[in-house]
């Protein structure tokens, strides 16, 4: 029979070793006329996998929406001033939060339920949360295919919603 007071501490101990770090990010609109609404957070945690990005977000459009991070954390005036997607490397290519060779800043996709909610973790394999801090968390409109073609930064749409990553 297993000790149940063994699996406690196991299973807390790998908790404490996966996450090391933890930020809230506020999101916002950044699109129409409801621009400046809180829609709810993000929790990014640092693990040893990477950055878990934990969204509890409302009042979004149904569907499959591109995620990345941002240059600069500006989320004011339709967030105009966030820059592109984080590319320290100056790779100036947009393929993905899986290989090496692009944007730090591509991210998985963002999933909305029909109720226009999102709160599937989404797990940034390629970064860690030193990286992202002062930059901006952006969420577009459509989906991101991970590729400049047929189009620009994986045929994404327009920035939704935006909020500025705080330092820990």
């Not at 860690?128 to 749409?157: C, F, R, T």
Request: some cysteine; glycine content about 14%.
């Amino acid at each position: 029979m297993i000790n149940m007071r063994y699996v406690l501490v196991l299973w807390l101990g790998l908790g404490m070793s996966l996450a090391c770090a933890s930020i809230q990010i506020p999101m916002y609109l950044v699109k129409g006329n409801q621009s400046g609404q809180k829609i709810g957070v993000i929790r990014a945690d640092d693990t040893i996998y990477g950055v878990l990005l934990t969204p509890r977000l409302h009042h979004l459009l149904p569907g499959v929406h591109g995620f990345h991070v941002h240059e600069f954390p500006f989320c004011q005036h339709h967030a105009q001033g966030a820059g592109g997607h984080l590319d320290p490397e100056k790779t100036n290519q947009h393929s993905g939060p899986y290989r090496g060779n692009g944007h730090l800043g591509d991210l998985p996709v963002l999933i909305v339920d029909r109720k226009g909610e999102a709160t599937l973790p989404i797990l940034a394999p390629r970064l860690k949360l030193s990286q992202i801090e002062g930059h901006a968390l952006m969420i577009h409109v459509g989906e991101d295919n991970y590729s400049d073609i047929p189009e620009k930064l994986g045929g994404g749409g327009a920035k939704l919603a935006c909020g500025s990553i705080p330092y820990h």
